[in-house]
């Protein structure tokens, strides 16, 4: 069974800086795009960044020039440099990614989540 586990949420001051990973774990051929999502409370589910396996990047406006997409494919895992941080950035965190499995078909797998709360 294929996993993706995220890591680095906490609690941090506005115009600081946190750094998310996610790891997939599980028998794994490859993995296609990856991204990054967000969910405030009472809010939807938002697309913060995806990534590519090539390295294409695309990010939502309200995080440009902040936040960092990146991946590393030999380790299956991804990571979102968060800077800038501001208190309408608080949110929890997942990370999804399309995972090419032994059976030949990609599947869509989701992290459990890591929670982000930037406030003074």
């Known amino acids: 069974q294929v996993r993706l586990v995220e890591s680095g949420g906490g609690l941090v001051q506005p115009g600081g800086s946190l750094r998310l990973s996610c790891a997939a774990s599980?028998?794994?051929?490859?993995?296609?795009?990856m991204g990054w999502y967000r969910q405030a409370p009472g809010k939807q589910r938002e697309l913060v960044a995806n990534i590519t396996r090539s390295g294409s990047t695309n990010y939502a406006d309200s995080v440009k020039g902040r936040f960092t997409i990146s991946r590393d494919n030999a380790k299956n895992t991804m990571y979102l440099q968060m800077n800038s941080l501001k208190p309408e950035d608080t949110a929890d965190y997942s990370c999804?990614?399309?995972?090419?499995?032994?059976?030949?078909?990609?599947?869509?797998?989701w992290g459990q989540g890591t929670l982000v709360t930037v406030s003074s």
């Open positions: 599980g028998i794994i051929i490859n993995i296609a795009t």
């Open positions: 999804n990614g399309h995972v090419l499995t032994r059976e030949l078909r990609y599947v869509e797998v």
